[in-house]
C-alpha cells in the first residue's frame, strides 16, 4: 500500500523518480505556483480520488479526473475555478514538447524483472494526447533503462504501465505517470508476443520459469472506438498549445492506416459479440452522462 500511494500522488511519485534519476518534467502544487512565463499544463495530482483527498467524499466513494488544462506562456489561470472543477488541489507542470508518447509495461516480481514491453503511441484519444489508440511495438535501450530504474527503486511486483513523453529539445525519456494495473493498449503487446495476461497467471501460480520474455518490434493495432474519439476531439476540443490538425487528412491518415493494418483490439469478424457489447457499453454511458 505504501508504494501504490507513492504511484496515486504524483509528487510523491516525481520525488521518487528523482532519486531514481529518472527525467521529470518540472512539476509544482498549484497553491505554491505563480509564474506563469512558459508553456504549462494543469492536471490531477492523483490517479485516483478517494475521500483522503477529498472530504466531501463518504469512505466508499471514489473518482477519476482526466481532464487537462494547458496554459499558454503569460496566461494566468483562474486558480480557485479549477481547483474547484477538479475537486482538489492539482498539480501545474511544465509543458513537454513532445514528439511521441511512449508505454513501458512490465510484469515485476519483488523488485525483479519478468517481462517488459514498450510502444510507441502514433495517435491518442485526442489530438492533444490521451491514451493511445494506434501504437506500435518497439525497444529502445534507453527508454528500457529509465523504466527498469524507476521499478527497480519502488521495489516494484506485479504489473505496471508507466508512461514517457520524449523531450523534442532534450531526447530525454520524461516521466508522466505509472498505472499499477493493465493498460488501455495491452492487446497491441499481446499480439507482438507479450502475453502479459498470460504471464501475470503464470507468476500468480508459480510459473515464472515458463515466462518468454522476447516480443516483436513494429507490430501495430487500432482501438477502434478511440480513433473515433480521436476525430471527435478534432471537432470539438481545443487547445492553446498543439495547434488543431485538418480534419480531411486526418480521417484519411485514420482510414489508411486501418485499411494497411487492420488489427483490431475488440473488432473480429469472426467474434462479434465483445464488438457489441462495447458498443453497448458507450452507448449507455453517453446517456447517462
Known amino acids: 500500500m505504501e508504494t501504490i500511494s507513492i504511484v496515486n500522488d504524483r509528487m510523491k511519485l516525481y520525488d521518487n523518480a528523482v532519486e ?29 480520488l478517494t475521500a483522503e483527498q477529498v472530504p ?60 517488459t514491453f514498450q510502444h510507441r503511441q502514433i495517435r491518442g484519444d485526442s489530438y492533444t494526447g490521451g491514451g493511445g489508440v494506434y501504437r506500435e511495438s518497439m525497444y529502445d535501450p534507453d527508454l528500457e533503462a529509465v523504466g527498469r530504474r524507476l521499478l527497480e527503486h519502488l521495489d516494484w511486483h506485479g504489473i505496471a504501465c508507466i508512461e514517457f513523453a520524449k523531450d523534442s529539445e532534450t531526447g530525454e525519456y520524461k516521466l508522466l505517470e505509472i498505472n499499477p494495473r493493465f493498460w488501455q493498449s495491452l492487446s497491441c503487446a499481446v499480439r507482438a508476443g507479450a502475453d502479459f495476461p498470460t504471464y501475470y497467471w503464470m507468476q500468480a501460480t508459480g510459473r515464472t520459469e515458463a515466462i518468454d520474455p522476447g516480443y516483436v518490434n513494429g507490430i501495430r493495432s487500432h482501438y477502434l472506438y478511440g480513433e473515433i474519439c480521436h476525430l471527435s476531439s478534432v471537432l470539438f476540443d481545443s487547445s492553446v498549445l498543439v495547434d488543431r490538425p ?16 487492420p488489427r483490431f483490439d475488440v473488432v473480429h469478424i469472426d467474434d462479434p459479440v465483445p464488438t457489441v457489447r462495447s458498443l453497448r457499453r458507450v452507448l449507455r454511458n453517453r446517456l447517462m452522462k
Open 56 to 115: 466531501s467524499y463518504q469512505s466508499n466513494e471514489s473518482g477519476i479526473e482526466k481532464g487537462i488544462v494547458h496554459v499558454e506562456s503569460g496566461a494566468k489561470p483562474n486558480r480557485n475555478s479549477i481547483i474547484t472543477e477538479m475537486n482538489h488541489k492539482p498539480i501545474v507542470q511544465k509543458y513537454v514538447r513532445n514528439d511521441a508518447q511512449y508505454v513501458f509495461g512490465a510484469l515485476y516480481d519483488d523488485g525483479e524483472p519478468q517481462v
Open 246 to 261: 485538418s480534419l480531411p487528412i486526418k480521417t484519411w491518415k485514420i482510414l489508411s492506416s486501418c485499411l494497411m493494418t
Open 20 to 48: 531514481a534519476e529518472v527525467p521529470v518534467p518540472e512539476t509544482w502544487c498549484i497553491d505554491e505556483f505563480d509564474q506563469w512565463d512558459d508553456e504549462f499544463i494543469i492536471k490531477s495530482r492523483y490517479n485516483l
